[in-house]
């Protein structure tokens, strides 16, 4: 495990977003020196720079400056092997992240969730059943809170549930109590160099925990519990109900959240929850989730037209498996677009075969997305901006139809991030005209 700053150390901190303000405020708080960067120039940071002055803390915005102490934390977008990170580590310096800092403070046992899809929902599944079964839980990582600010609360008897991504993943040494892996499927091949050097990354989680989750096939060198909608896993799907090491849980059909992938997601997050949930806490709250925001959120309904947001759908094989879930409801009404990962686009193709949609496009991926429909035979709108994409959609929409926010790619061309996306389609969807 790698040493922590103490006071009077000295720490420097690149990347100014959620979880590095929250990170610059604890590191003050202890008596750590800090000094901040980030790539964006002061002017666009808005009130960061009078907040950090306040602080004491030295700002080098713009991409400017060398990292200064024997601490230095890397933003999750920021490669390990970057020139800055690699010429700090060569003096000696200590390089790590937010969440391994939380991770090697936190008293509680940590519950962590990683995958190519499915994590949000299952750590938040994850979270709610160890709340039902009596702990007191705070859940955060990549899902978008720092734990940090609540450090001072927690203690050896509460869990702490976090979502972790393969950028984090990529230089962890920190250990967990448990582990779980929802599936492995290419993505992020714009920040890896290699689907191995992504899987590499995300085979660090169970690595790195006592107890491990992870679905079928998966990581098969490992002592793990498995999950499975096959019959031959620890945790699986049987006749229509959902079994733990052999004990019933949940009727399928109880769940109060559509499609398949959240049987497994269900499964994962029991798993991980076991021992402490019992089977009817599992009833209860099964029947009671109703899905985690911007993941096949309904965000209204309106003259028999149905808009469902799910902006988490940063991958094309995520946009498959919310369309595969949506497919009987009748005709889709699907809004593509936004920045690429380098991914196959294969998945998002099949599961338009089996579908009747009709895509609007928008964002940075636009060009690309259109060649590729027109090459297949797909009906699709081009549309610039997901506002316009928006209004094409909903001028074109009749009773029956779901309109879907399932970009199949980032956010990164327009908005700050999926949430920021997902909320300016509620916008959109509840004040533009039909």
């Given at each position: 495990?790698?040493?922590?700053?103490?006071?009077?150390?000295?720490?420097?901190?690149?990347?100014?977003?959620?979880?590095?303000?929250?990170?610059?405020?604890?590191?003050?708080?202890s008596g750590v020196r800090v000094y901040a960067f980030d790539d964006a120039p002061a002017c666009a940071l808005g009130d960061i720079p009078l907040w950090?002055?306040?602080?004491?803390?030295?700002?080098?915005?713009?991409?400017?400056?060398?990292?200064?102490?024997?601490?230095?934390?890397?933003?999750?977008?920021?490669?390990?092997?970057?020139?800055?990170?690699?010429?700090?580590?060569?003096?000696?310096?200590?390089?790590?992240?937010?969440?391994?800092?939380?991770?090697?403070?936190?008293?509680?046992?940590?519950?962590?969730?990683?995958?190519?899809?499915?994590?949000?929902?299952?750590?938040?599944?994850?979270?709610?059943?160890?709340?039902?079964?009596?702990?007191?839980?705070?859940?955060?990582?990549?899902?978008?809170?720092?734990?940090?600010?609540?450090?001072?609360?927690?203690?050896?008897?509460?869990?702490?549930?976090?979502?972790?991504?393969?950028?984090?993943?990529?230089?962890?040494?920190?250990?967990?109590?448990?582990?779980?892996?929802?599936?492995?499927?290419?993505?992020?091949?714009?920040?890896?160099?290699?689907?191995?050097?992504?899987?590499?990354?995300?085979?660090?989680?169970?690595?790195?925990?006592?107890?491990?989750?992870?679905?079928?096939?998966?990581?098969?060198?490992?002592?793990?519990?498995?999950?499975?909608?096959?019959?031959?896993?620890?945790?699986?799907l049987r006749d229509g109900v959902l079994f733990g090491m052999g004990i019933p849980l949940v009727c399928a059909s109880d769940l109060r959240v559509s499609?398949?992938?959240?049987?497994?997601?269900?499964?994962?997050?029991?798993?991980?929850?076991?021992?402490?949930?019992?089977?009817?806490?599992?009833?209860?709250?099964?029947?009671?989730?109703?899905?985690?925001?911007?993941?096949?959120?309904?965000?209204?309904?309106?003259?028999?037209?149905?808009?469902?947001?799910?902006?988490?759908?940063?991958?094309?094989?995520?946009?498959?498996?919310?369309?595969?879930?949506?497919?009987?409801?009748?005709?889709?009404?699907?809004?593509?677009?936004?920045?690429?990962?380098?991914?196959?686009?294969?998945?998002?193709?099949?599961?338009?075969?089996?579908?009747?949609?009709?895509?609007?496009?928008?964002?940075?991926?636009?060009?690309?997305?259109?060649?590729?429909?027109?090459?297949?035979?797909?009906?699709?709108?081009?549309?610039?901006?997901?506002?316009?994409?928006?209004?094409?959609?909903?001028?074109e929409a009749r009773q029956g139809d779901t309109v879907v926010l399932s970009p199949a790619a980032t956010s990164y061309d327009a908005f700050v991030d999926?949430?920021?996306?997902?909320?300016?389609?509620?916008?959109?969807?509840?004040?533009?005209?039909?």
């Amino acid at each position: 495990m790698k040493p922590m700053p103490k006071k009077n150390d000295t720490a420097s901190v690149f990347g100014l977003g959620r979880s590095g303000r929250a990170l610059t405020t604890h590191l003050v708080r202890s008596g750590v020196r800090v000094y901040a960067f980030d790539d964006a120039p002061a002017c666009a940071l808005g009130d960061i720079p009078l907040w950090l002055s306040s602080l004491g803390v030295p700002l080098f915005a713009g991409g400017r400056g060398e990292a200064r102490g024997d601490f230095v934390f890397r933003t999750p977008s920021m490669r390990p092997d970057s020139p800055v990170l690699c010429r700090a580590a060569l003096r000696g310096a200590v390089v790590l992240g937010e969440a391994e800092y939380f991770a090697s403070l936190c008293p509680a046992p940590i519950y962590a969730v990683t995958g190519s899809d499915g994590k949000t929902t299952t750590a938040t599944m994850l979270a709610g059943l160890l709340t039902a079964s009596g702990k007191r839980t705070y859940l955060g990582g990549n899902i978008g809170r720092s734990l940090l600010p609540f450090l001072d609360e927690i203690t050896e008897d509460d869990a702490c549930v976090l979502e972790l991504s393969s950028f984090q993943l990529s230089d962890m040494e920190c250990r967990f109590d448990t582990g779980v892996v929802t599936n492995l499927t290419p993505n992020h091949l714009n920040w890896h160099k290699s689907f191995e050097e992504y899987a590499e990354a995300k085979r660090r989680l169970p690595l790195l925990s006592r107890r491990r989750v992870l679905p079928n096939g998966l990581f098969a060198d490992m002592d793990a519990y498995r999950f499975s909608l096959a019959e031959d896993a620890d945790f699986t799907l049987r006749d229509g109900v959902l079994f733990g090491m052999g004990i019933p849980l949940v009727c399928a059909s109880d769940l109060r959240v559509s499609g398949r992938h959240n049987l497994l997601n269900l499964l994962a997050a029991t798993a991980a929850a076991a021992p402490l949930v019992t089977p009817h806490t599992v009833r209860s709250f099964a029947r009671a989730f109703g899905g985690v925001s911007h993941r096949m959120e309904t965000v209204a309904e309106r003259d028999g037209v149905c808009f469902i947001n799910s902006s988490i759908d940063t991958t094309p094989s995520r946009t498959a498996v919310t369309l595969s879930a949506l497919k009987e409801r009748g005709r889709l009404l699907l809004l593509l677009g936004g920045r690429g990962k380098k991914l196959s686009y294969e998945p998002l193709l099949s599961a338009l075969a089996a579908c009747d949609a009709v895509c609007f496009l928008f964002g940075e991926t636009e060009d690309e997305l259109a060649r590729m429909l027109k090459e297949r035979g797909f009906s699709f709108v081009r549309c610039g901006s997901m506002a316009c994409a928006v209004a094409c959609a909903r001028g074109e929409a009749r009773q029956g139809d779901t309109v879907v926010l399932s970009p199949a790619a980032t956010s990164y061309d327009a908005f700050v991030d999926f949430e920021e996306r997902g909320e300016i389609f509620r916008k959109l969807v509840n004040t533009q005209k039909g």
